[in-house]
T-cell receptor, first 114, second 113 residues
Framework: DGGITQSPKYLFRKEGQNVTLSCEQN?????MYWYRQDPGQGLRLIYY???????QKGDIAEGYSVSREKKESFPLTVTSAQKNPTAFYLC?????????????FGEGSRLTVL | AQTVTQSQPEMSVQEAETVTLSCTYD???????LFWYKQPPSRQMILVIR??????QNATENRFSVNFQKAAKSFSLKISDSQLGDAAMYFC??????????FGDGTTLTVKP
């Protein structure tokens, strides 16, 4: 079945460590996105990519990094510079038709900093 | 920057009844899309319904319909004949001309049997 796969579902990190969250899609979508979700808040955009080897910062990019070497993959690295990384992270993709950007989501990854 | 406001953090409805979730947004653009997404307790977000701003006719998907008031920048979701499976957090979202989506803070809907 086509969809978006995020891994791991749960991740624990010690302070000072970098961690990488995986996001893979087999929907042949051009655009991919990373969102952060905190309790009681909506989704906030971290990074997005509309084409391979290109990506843009979203509203809260500080302390995060991404790469887009393949169309189907968009991993997110949470660096030690991210001051409050404990959150739920959602990856999404969209068939790039610009403004009509309906999003297809993965099941999410929950990161907890110990 | 666009903003999306959902003024009802929590709502509840009796099974089989109708409930309306509110959403307002702020934008200076004339061409955009609006969406309602559902996030059940299993956490995977799915699309409920979408509305193109240039269309005056309100979108409908089975028991879900919207009341889109462009001048008032209002985009409410009506759920008819509510079912237990409708219990979830609902997010209103705005998609701009660059394809970036902005989300509201969500409304948690409880369905009472």
């Amino acid at each position: 079945d086509g969809g978006i796969t995020q891994s791991p579902k749960y991740l624990f990190r010690k302070e000072g460590q970098n961690v990488t969250l995986s996001c893979e899609q087999n929907l042949n979508h051009d655009a991919m996105y990373w969102y952060r979700q905190d309790p009681g808040q909506g989704l906030r955009l971290i990074y997005y990519s509309q084409i391979v080897n290109d990506f843009q910062k979203g509203d809260i990019a500080e302390g995060y990094s991404v790469s887009r070497e393949k169309k189907e993959s968009f991993p997110l690295t949470v660096t030690s510079a991210q001051k409050n990384p404990t959150a739920f992270y959602l990856c999404a993709s969209s068939p790039w038709t610009g403004i009509t950007g309906e999003l297809f989501f993965g099941e999410g990854s929950r990161l907890t900093v110990l | 920057a666009q903003t999306v406001t959902q003024s009802q953090p929590e709502m509840s409805v009796q099974e089989a009844e109708t409930v309306t979730l509110s959403c307002t947004y702020d934008t200076s653009e004339s061409d955009y899309y609006l969406f309602w997404y559902k996030q059940p307790p299993s956490r995977q977000m799915i699309l409920v319904i979408r509305q193109e701003a240039y269309k005056q006719q309100n979108a409908t998907e089975n028991r879900f319909s919207v009341n889109f008031q462009k001048a008032a920048k209002s985009f409410s979701l009506k759920i008819s004949d509510s079912q237990l499976g409708d219990a979830a957090m609902y997010f209103c979202a705005y998609s701009d001309s660059a394809g970036k989506s902005t989300f509201g803070d969500g409304t948690t809907l409880t369905v009472k049997p």
